[in-house]
């Protein structure tokens, strides 16, 4: 059902760009895509929800310069998340210029992960902890696999990208898309085995 949505959303929006109705399209993009934007942005940067946001704006900004561009050779939602994962990895690249920045954050990344849970039924403490430890072990991954892996697995329910959007996004064969979404997978359970002993 949402793919459905998806793909009404997409040709309401070709249909838009084709009548030169730019601020209806970008509006339809906004509507339907701003909290996956979102999402993925505050994934990619870690939690930083301040960043995040100013990250999404920055996503719609350059939409708003390529809107009169965009052909429709891909999804609306694809389009925009590689607009996302590019604008994400150029904050990232400017963020980790300020290291001492980033070795407060991973410090306080760390007690927040190694802090006790607030939860009271011993299932929600299991649970959280393990969360907590993903969360970790996905910050510890590469800016791309990260990248690689929100975009597959945590987008978010149930709008998650498939493989071959996520291959459309870098320009890859499904092929190519698939073999490096493997190559993450293993990273991220090394990272998780690791520091699990």
């Known amino acids: 059902m949402a793919e459905k949505a998806s793909e009404s959303v997409h040709d309401e929006v070709r249909t838009a760009i084709a009548a030169g109705a730019y601020q209806q399209a970008l ?3 906004a509507d339907a895509y701003v909290d996956t934007v979102y999402r993925y942005c ?6 930083d929800t301040g960043r995040a ?13 390529g809107i009169v561009g ?6 609306a ?5 590689a607009i996302a994962r ?7 690249v400017v963020h980790e210029r300020h290291s001492d920045l980033l070795h407060m954050h991973r410090a306080d990344l760390a007690r927040r992960v190694h802090a006790e849970p607030s939860w009271g039924s011993e ?16 910050d510890q991954l590469e800016p791309e696999e990260r990248s690689f892996l929100i975009m597959r697995f945590g987008v978010g329910v149930p709008n998650e990208l498939s493989v071959e959007e996520i291959a459309t996004i870098l320009g890859l064969s499904r092929a190519s898309a698939y073999r490096k979404l493997k190559e993450a997978l293993a990273r991220l359970r090394r990272i998780v085995h690791d520091d699990a002993t």
Do not use: H, I, P
Request: with cysteine; net charge positive.
């Open 27 to 29: 509006e339809l993009l």
């Open 42 to 47: 505050c994934r990619m940067l870690r939690g």
């Open 53 to 65: 946001r100013d990250v999404t704006q920055q996503v719609y900004e350059e939409a708003c310069k």
């Open 70 to 75: 965009f052909r429709g050779a891909s999804s």
């Open 77 to 81: 939602k694809t389009w925009l998340l």
């Open 86 to 92: 590019n604008q994400c990895l150029k904050e990232l």
């Open 123 to 138: 299932a929600d403490v299991l649970s959280q902890d393990g969360l907590r430890r993903l969360q970790w072990a996905l």
